[in-house]
């Protein structure tokens, strides 16, 4: 199973970029896609959650508003949109691939994770 994300890079705060995550060697369609993010010297957290196939999304409180998760089941790949980027939004972002639960229990853990792409915001 591999799990790779792309589209990280540095900006500028107000900003905006888009994160890819393609998932090869399962079944795309039967996982949530999560991504999680991880700063430097804090603990990794759920950035965002979309279910298998309804389409479903939860995003944690610090991003709602301003990230859309969406995701293609024909191309096996999820996006995650960002906009009005922080500084505070730095950190590698993380997708993974697993079972769905609602809410901030989508979080809780992942089968499948990617390595990882860098986020940079700058002020």
């Known amino acids: 199973v591999r799990v790779m994300e792309s589209g990280g890079g540095l900006v500028q705060a107000g900003g905006s970029l888009t994160l890819s995550c393609t998932v090869s060697?399962?079944?795309?369609?039967?996982?949530?896609i999560k991504w999680f993010r991880q700063a430097p010297e804090k603990r990794r957290a759920g950035v965002s959650c979309?279910?298998?196939?309804?389409?479903?999304?939860y995003y944690a409180h610090s991003v709602a508003g301003r990230f859309t998760l969406s995701r293609d089941n024909v191309k096996n790949v999820a996006y995650l949109q960002m906009n009005d980027l922080k500084p505070e939004d730095t950190a590698t972002y993380y997708c993974?691939?697993?079972?769905?639960?609602?809410?901030?229990?989508?979080?809780?853990?992942?089968?499948?994770w990617g390595q990882g792409t860098q986020v940079t915001v700058s002020s």
């Open positions: 979309i279910a298998p196939t309804s389409g479903s999304t």
């Open positions: 993974a691939a697993g079972d769905f639960f609602p809410g901030p229990s989508c979080f809780a853990d992942a089968d499948y």
């Open positions: 060697g399962v079944t795309f369609s039967i996982h949530a």
